[in-house]
């Protein structure tokens, strides 16, 4: 039965990315807005609601720890995991908007972070400045992209566009898209923890081992699936803004409310090790991009690499050998 919660949660996963790529594409299109944008907000916003509903709910719950963890690890795997696989797929070139604009401003979110983390609390007024903060910059790139349709000669108030087919049909596929990612994450995460139980019947660190490896590929499936689509496709701008957006989507919105529900304690590990981890992470992603707009296959595996390390070196923390 895992098994096949395993196969299906994989083929819904598929085939979720599958529309949520067309369904961008084509609102994209029909809209007149660039790729990049429309990958950095409605696609990373809809790929990283799995990470929403958890810290939501852990916070309800009265485990509001979890939701720290959730975002780090989910945004260590975003870079060194799906962006390694994805550019192994197809290439990805960075353009000028990911240079100057998107990655400078995952940095600003990811010491926003830190900086408020550092006392080990995570505050109501902390979050609100974190939610202010995505508002404004959200805004900021809608204004760009009507920007960008005027001087392209478009109308700017997309009545005639909302009444083409074209513009419905892009909407069926990205809610389709969404509610597909959605229910194949949690299909494929259950019957994997099933697996990997069966697999590891008498490990006494079976839990973490299973949390730090299956739980946190699963919750990175969504945006795994749908750069890798868009990588396929040949839609990079869609594939990169995807990544660049959740992790910013992450840390301002997830944090944000999660806060703003209840405080957030910051355990001192998380400070020393995985925030650490996430911070060098999104520095290797801004040097190795500095150092050439495409991000190819070597660049790829020096992130797969990272990626492998940070989780061999959690798995041997929990064995107690170092």
């Not at 369904?23 to 929403?52: C, D, N, Q, R, W």
């Not at 994805?86 to 600003?108: G, H, N, S």
Request: aromatic residues 10%; proline residues 3%; neutral net charge.
């Amino acid at each position: 039965m895992d098994i096949l919660f395993l196969i299906i949660g994989l083929i819904v996963l598929v085939f979720g990315g599958e529309f949520l790529v067309k369904g961008a594409v084509g609102f994209s299109s029909a809209m007149k807005i660039s790729p990049l944008i429309i990958g950095m907000t409605v696609v990373a916003f809809g790929t990283s609601a799995p990470e929403l509903i958890v810290s939501l709910t852990s916070s309800l719950d009265g485990t509001p720890d979890i939701a720290v963890g959730n975002v780090v690890g989910s945004n260590i795997a975003n870079i060194a995991l799906v962006l390694g696989i994805t550019v192994l797929i197809f290439p990805i070139v960075a353009d000028r908007q990911t240079k100057r604009l998107d990655l400078p401003m995952m940095l600003f979110a990811t010491f926003l972070f830190f900086f408020f983390a550092k006392d080990g609390l995570l505050t109501l007024i902390e979050g609100v400045v974190l939610l202010l903060t995505i508002i404004t910059f959200t805004i900021f790139l809608i204004r760009k992209g009507r920007k960008q349709s005027i001087a392209s000669g478009n109308d700017i108030d997309w009545t005639e566009e909302r009444n083409v087919s074209n513009y419905w049909r892009a909407l069926f596929f990205l809610h389709l898209g969404f509610v597909g990612l959605y229910f194949g994450a949690d299909w494929f995460i259950d019957g994997a923890v099933g697996v990997a139980d069966i697999l590891l019947p008498n490990n006494e660190h079976k839990e973490a081992i299973i949390g730090v490896t299956v739980v946190a590929f699963g919750t990175s499936a969504p945006e795994l699936v749908a750069s890798c689509v868009a990588a396929y496709r040949k839609q990079t701008d869609i594939s990169i803004g995807n990544l660049i957006g959740s992790n910013i989507f992450n840390i301002l919105v997830v944090l944000g409310v999660t806060s703003t529900v209840t405080p957030i304690p910051v355990s001192q590990e998380l400070l020393e090790f995985d925030i650490l981890w996430m911070i060098g992470v999104a520095l290797l992603l801004v040097l190795l991009v500095a150092i050439g707009s495409r991000i190819g296959r070597l660049k790829g595996a020096i992130f797969l690499s990272t990626y492998i390390g940070y989780i061999v070196i959690i798995v041997l923390k929990v064995q107690g050998k170092i």
